[in-house]
């Protein structure tokens, strides 16, 4: 989803994300801060609620339809955190049920350092499902302003708990401060539990620390009263090897969402 909170300041408003119109079109800067950098380079789950954002505003113009996040890729460069990043979509397809995008993400220099493709799904939103909150494009910048940021690590606020780090088993309640509007998990704090599982499995595995640099996000379900449990799998033996990660509703046993990752070593 757009998920951007006109209401109260759950986590994944407090990324430092920030927003701005250039003749008509909406970019997303990202400010990196300590707390959204590990090893000194931006999260790629923290770039995945910009691609989410940016792309997804534009589209969500209804308010009796859900626009869902269907699917997400994230591909970025391992390089030390700029002082800032600007995200801007173009989209590709744009149908009565679906639509894709893909979002351009460059440094406040200009220099290209990621790239995302999402698609969306439009559902109609049922009488029973919670408000629907709509703000105008143009209003959308005013909505960023004034939030404060995290002041521990992203890993922390989130409160996400390592069961099992060599085997990339990790765990994370849904509390409010972690669901969209529609109620379910946000999809950037989904792309951060898959980051989180793939870095601990690689560091236990090869001794090193391990940044990810590429997130294949496929959002199945909706989550149910959770918690979330990782299920991660190392398609290989090597440092450079694909990762498998199932994130699965234990309230349910259902996988919620299918995520294929790479990381490098720092």
Same mark, same amino acid.
Not at 5 to 14: N, Q, V
Not at 26 to 35: A, T
Not at 221 to 240: F, I, Q, S, Y
């Given at each position: 989803m757009t998920d951007v909170?006109?209401?109260?300041?759950?986590?994944?408003? %407090?990324l430092g !994300?920030?927003?701005r119109l250039e003749d008509g079109q909406?970019?997303?800067?990202?400010?990196?801060?300590?707390?959204t950098l590990h090893c000194g380079i931006i999260r790629a789950s923290v770039l995945a609620f910009a691609i989410d954002v940016v792309a997804g505003i534009p589209l969500d113009r209804e308010a009796d339809m859900w626009t869902l996040t269907s699917d997400m890729t994230v591909r970025m460069r391992p390089v030390p955190a700029p002082r800032r990043i600007d995200a801007t979509s173009e989209v590709l397809r744009q149908g009565r049920r679906s639509a894709t995008s893909v979002v351009d993400m460059r440094t406040d220099e200009g220099t290209p350092i990621a790239t995302g493709a999402?698609?969306?799904?439009? !559902?109609?939103? @049922?009488?029973?499902d919670p408000p629907k909150p709509l703000t105008p494009l143009d209003q959308i910048p005013?909505?960023?302003?004034?939030i404060s940021t $995290?002041?521990?690590?992203?890993?922390?606020?989130?409160?996400?708990?390592?069961?099992d780090a060599a085997e990339g088993k990790l765990q994370v309640e849904l509390t409010a401060d972690l669901l969209n509007p529609a109620g379910t998990l946000q999809g950037a704090m989904v792309a951060l539990v898959a980051e989180a599982a793939a870095e601990d499995l690689m560091a236990t595995r090869f001794g090193s620390s391990f940044v990810v640099t590429d997130l294949d996000l496929r959002y199945? %379900? @909706?989550?149910?009263?959770?918690? !979330?449990?990782?299920?991660?799998?190392?398609?290989?033996?090597?440092?450079?090897?694909?990762?498998?990660?199932? $994130?699965?509703? $234990?309230?349910n046993n259902e996988i919620t969402t299918l995520v294929y990752a790479a990381a490098v070593a720092v």
């Open positions: 909170s006109t209401t109260g300041t759950p986590l994944y408003s %407090r !994300v920030g927003a909406l970019v997303l800067e990202v400010r990196p801060q300590p707390e999402i698609g969306f799904t439009k !559902v109609p939103r @049922k009488p029973t005013t909505v960023f302003r004034g $995290l002041a521990r690590p992203l890993r922390v606020e989130a409160g996400i708990e390592v069961i199945l %379900r @909706k989550t149910g009263l959770g918690p !979330v449990r990782t299920r991660t799998t190392l398609l290989g033996d090597r440092p450079d090897s694909a990762i498998q990660i199932e $994130l699965i509703d $234990l309230s």
